[in-house]
């Protein structure tokens, strides 16, 4: 198509994701993946408006709660007063929270603020008083066509990005990915905009090809309106002398002593390397053997000790990464990529999602429908943070 033929960026992509694909097929074809048999994710929504809550509440909040901490005693609590405060589980196992009479899953030892951008301030007085973070993953709900028509949800404003002030968060050489449309205009918004405001140094752009439960792509890789593929830009947080200076004074230590019994107070695309999901790879007595550049990863990485006096050494990011898996029918909702940017990171580090719609084990959320996919349902694989999802290596 001309609209394919006029713009070499967007052809390069398209060549390297359809040979991307035609590898992945093969191979999961050969090893009986498609079609999928197992259910997709469909996790239940939460029936709260989040966004208009937080909005509410940014206009009836006047000073900063103390955090919240859920404790061991027992396995269901209830707490209504979580906006615009940090929540945080101190439980190695899940828990179930009750909020405004809805019941949601805690996974353990996360730490969620339930806030919009304007009460963010809550997350930069825990991060200084707990630690910077090594892994940050951005979502922003960003503004188009399907989420203004349909509604889906609240999108911000591009120009509203920079007010993050990610220095507040970052640690020294903590590793950024930014989610991202298929939009050129908007990835080299990040490259060429955000990532100097925010003191980033660009790294590479990885590219989720998006599969249907039978193995095709879910839009045609020429469709004008919808691709069957979004970008994750990423770069490193290079810290500067005034990001560590003692020239702002710390902000007051909050107390966490309890208050009852529950609560406590991205230019070339050349390389071919793409990751196959854990879950796809089923038979595995059957005799088959992948091409020679394709590799599988299937064992867990041992967790390793480090130094905090250690300057931070980290491997180089590949620049050119594709990873595959079967869409969520669940709108925006993307896969998991700790796995995948664990070895890239400090070891044993801290990790954020910003604009995040689910919780994950260990990490910390924010964003105003940050309990959106954590209602629990009646299978065992309720949670998003349960799901095994795509990655071909």
Known sequence: PASVKGKPCRRKIREKLLKCYSKVIDVARGLHYFPVQHSTSTNARADVDFAAMCNLASLATEYECAPIILQNDTHRQEHNDVFGRIVRSSCDQELNLTILGREFVIPPR??????????ITPLYNYTACNGKYDLIVIDPPWENRSAIRGRKY??????????????????????????????????????????PKWNICYQAEW????????GDLIHEMD??????????????????????????????????????????????????QFTEPESGIRNSDYSYSPP?????????????????????????????????????QAHSQKPYLGDILDKYCTKQG????????????GWTSWGNEVLLFQVPRESTDYCVYKKHRGIAK
């Not at 950024?176 to 990532?195: D, E, G, S, Y």
């Not at 394709?294 to 130094?307: A, D, G, N, Q």
């Open 110 to 119: 996360s730490t969620f603020l339930l806030s919009n951008l304007c009460q």
């Open 154 to 195: 609240e999108w911000l404003p591009t120009e509203r990005l920079p007010e993050l002030s990610i220095q507040r968060l970052a640690a020294k050489g903590a590793l950024v990915a930014v989610w991202v449309t298929n939009k050129r205009k908007l990835t080299m918004f990040i490259r060429q905009k955000l990532f």
């Open 207 to 214: 590219h989720w090809l998006k599969f249907t439960t039978g």
């Open 223 to 272: 469709s004008v309106h919808k691709k069957p593929y979004e970008v994750v830009v990423i770069g490193r947080y290079m810290e500067t002398s005034s990001d560590s200076s003692d020239s702002t004074p710390p902000p007051k230590r909050i107390c966490l002593e309890s208050s009852d019994s529950n609560l406590k107070t991205d230019s070339e695309f050349g390389g071919d």
């Open 292 to 328: 020679n550049d394709v590799e599988f990863c299937t064992e867990k990485r041992p967790i390793r000790e480090s130094s905090s006096h250690e300057e931070p050494v980290h491997p180089e990011i590949i620049k050119n990464f594709v990873f595959a898996c079967v869409a969520s």
């Open 350 to 361: 801290r990790k954020l999602e910003l604009f995040a719609r689910n919780l994950l084990p």
